[in-house]
């Protein structure tokens, strides 16, 4: 096994609370990075840190929106005041408010929100990150888009966009950065098992992602529910894997994080080989 490039960093993780960004905080830590974990949803944050401490590792919490650029750069200082330095930002907190245009009547408070949390929150995660990843001359920023943002499709118009505007984000800031701060785009499969499926607001609308496979995808998921679904389909060993557990995307964040400083992975879409989503 080579170096380990995880050991001793110090990592900042949105959305820590839940999630990817629950698993992201647990990995690393366990692998003995420094987590300052933040979260709208402050008892959810500080039970993570609470679990990561009592296991041994090095966590700290902050009750974080990262709507305000005020609070960003509240935990970023957190950060460099408990561990010296900030080497990792991971821009992880999202909202998916799938719907119609024509749903607006119902949809348009969320939209507002999905574009304050998956837009804002992300520019405010590089804004609050940035002088001090300059200043030390390195650091990563890891930012979560998702498939959505590959191709605009129906049902997803709002959510699509904010996912297409992280991956701009994230380039430019690569391009203006290089050399000093290397950026990764995350773009994940649909993981239904995040909690994210929560925040849809019109079930189908989820018909954009999976297209001409929704009538095998929705048998998928009534045989999930029943408990009728055959073994080998929720076994990642097989080829026939088709509903991918969130660990692997919480994997592949670590793999980007775990590289020398001077190798940058630029983007990772994870699947599951049997997956129904067509982006």
Not at 52 to 76: E, N, P, Q, W
Request: glycine share 12%; net charge negative; hydrophobic share 45%.
């Amino acid at each position: 096994m080579g170096e380990d490039h995880i050991a001793g960093k110090v990592i900042v993780i949105t959305g820590a609370g839940g999630g990817f960004g629950r698993l992201v905080a647990g990995k690393a830590a366990a692998r003995g990075a420094h987590v300052v974990c933040g979260d709208i949803n402050e008892a959810a944050v500080h039970d993570v840190v609470a679990d990561i401490v009592s296991g041994g590792g090095s966590a700290k919490a902050l009750r974080t929106d990262v709507t305000k650029l005020h609070d960003m750069k509240a935990l970023v200082k957190a950060a460099t005041e408990a561990f010296g330095r900030i080497d990792v930002m991971v821009n992880n907190a999202g909202t998916m408010p799938l719907s119609f245009i024509a749903d607006h009547e119902k949809a348009y408070d969320a939209w507002e929100r999905c574009i304050d949390i998956n837009f804002k929150g992300v520019l405010n995660g590089m804004v609050a990150a940035h002088d001090a990843m300059m200043a030390q001359g390195r650091g990563q920023i890891v930012n979560l888009s998702s498939i959505y943002g590959n191709f605009p499709v129906t049902g997803a118009a709002v959510y699509g966009a904010t996912k297409a505007a992280v991956n701009v984000l994230s380039e430019s800031l690569r391009v203006e950065a290089r050399g000093k701060i290397k950026v990764t785009t995350i773009k994940p499969t649909g993981v239904p098992a995040t909690g994210l499926s929560g925040t849809i607001i019109n079930p189908d609308a989820t018909i954009g992602i999976i297209g001409q496979n929704a009538g095998a995808f929705m048998e998928m998921v009534g045989q999930i529910e029943s408990g009728s679904i055959a073994a080998e389909r929720m076994d990642p060993e097989n080829i026939a894997y088709e509903s991918l557990a969130p660990e692997h995307i919480a994997d592949a964040i670590i793999h980007v994080i775990d590289q020398p400083w001077g190798v940058s992975i630029g983007e990772m879409t994870v699947r599951a080989s049997g997956d129904h989503f067509i982006l």
